[in-house]
């Protein structure tokens, strides 16, 4: 079902934008195209409205539930209802998500992409703009608070397990940062193993394997949330003391931050306040008729920490 999300004045797809809210011609709407509900996507729409409202523009948000054919029918209604640009993660890498993105195009709406941009959906012949994390960045944000740790508490050498989504690309750049990081750094490391495990009941078994035939870890890393929680659990059940450094954040990754099992020390979350004003400011100056440039912006993470319980109240908005 599509949610209408707006509380300001619709209008065509000739409509100009406000800049910054200083009046001076017809408003914009702008279609936002989601693939789920989560927490980090209930960001991405509170960003694009909070700056869309600020200029007197609309925003409408739909909900494709990971689904190609239900992104295609809701992107429809949008280009029917005569949206000015449309700002949307595709549901799929597959041909039906491009293809879609095409459509858009074809109607003479300017489309911006964000999140899971790779190959035709970041093409210049099919969108005007493209923002998504840096996946290097949150794999590097994570990386030097385990470094850190190594320096502080583990006599500057550690052996580490990981957990990685490897058949992702994003996932393979958040492990290269992690490493990168610990490797600037100067901490002596081994990996003991590299295992793939990325959905929180698989990923557990696999951590708890990994910790039962290499006794000699002394840390975990995962490239995602499903492998951070798999590991947390999968220390709880060993019950050998190993700090677990991950990426992404949630409600529940900020309450094991929290939690007083001293397990997960860090983790580095996608920015979806700012993924969300880069994605904005690129649909104004395309709906204006202006190149994006630099074309493609990339957005650091946020990295959380045991040690600063302030951020991850905020977080949890506490």
């Not at 039906?96 to 489309?111: D, E, V």
């Not at 012949?125 to 794999?139: C, E």
């Not at 590299?194 to 490239?223: C, H, R, V, Y």
Request: charged fraction near 15%; proline fraction near 3%; include cysteine.
């Amino acid at each position: 079902m599509a949610v209408v999300s707006a509380t300001a004045t619709a209008c065509g797809p000739s409509a100009t934008p406000a800049g910054g809210g200083s009046g001076g011609g017809k408003h914009a709407t702008i279609g936002l195209v989601l693939p789920q509900g989560d927490k980090y996507f209930q960001g991405i729409q509170e960003g694009l409205e909070a700056a869309a409202h600020k200029d007197g523009n609309t925003v409408v948000v739909v909900n494709t539930n990971n689904d190609a054919s239900t992104e295609a029918t809701q992107v429809q209604n949008l280009v029917q209802r005569g949206v000015s640009a449309i700002v949307m993660q595709p549901a799929t890498a597959s041909a039906g998500s491009i293809a879609t993105m095409k459509s858009i195009g074809a109607a003479k709406i300017p489309l911006i992409c964000f999140g899971n941009c790779t190959d035709d959906a970041a093409s210049k012949n099919i969108v005007k703009g493209v923002v998504q994390s840096d996946n290097t960045a949150l794999g590097t944000g994570t990386g030097q608070e385990a470094a850190k740790y190594i320096k502080e508490k583990l006599g500057g050498k550690a052996v580490i397990g990981l957990l990685n989504c490897d058949s992702f690309e994003v996932c393979k750049l958040r492990k290269a940062g992690f490493k990168q990081a610990l490797s600037a750094a100067g901490v002596r490391v081994t990996y003991a193993a590299d295992q793939e495990g990325f959905l929180a009941d698989k990923a557990s078994p696999i951590a708890t394997n990994m910790l039962s035939s290499n006794k000699s870890i002394n840390m975990l890393w995962s490239a995602n949330e499903g492998g951070t929680l798999g590991e947390i659990a999968a220390v709880q059940n060993s019950g050998r003391a190993i700090p677990v450094f991950g990426t992404d954040i949630s409600d529940q990754l900020a309450q094991d931050l929290l939690n007083g099992n001293n397990i997960l020390q860090a983790t580095t979350g996608q920015d979806a306040g700012k993924t969300a004003a880069k994605a904005y400011e690129q649909a104004v100056r395309a709906i204006a008729g202006q190149a994006n440039a630099p074309f493609s912006v990339g957005v650091p993470g946020i990295t959380y920490t045991r040690s600063n319980p302030d951020s991850v109240n905020t977080y949890l908005g506490k």
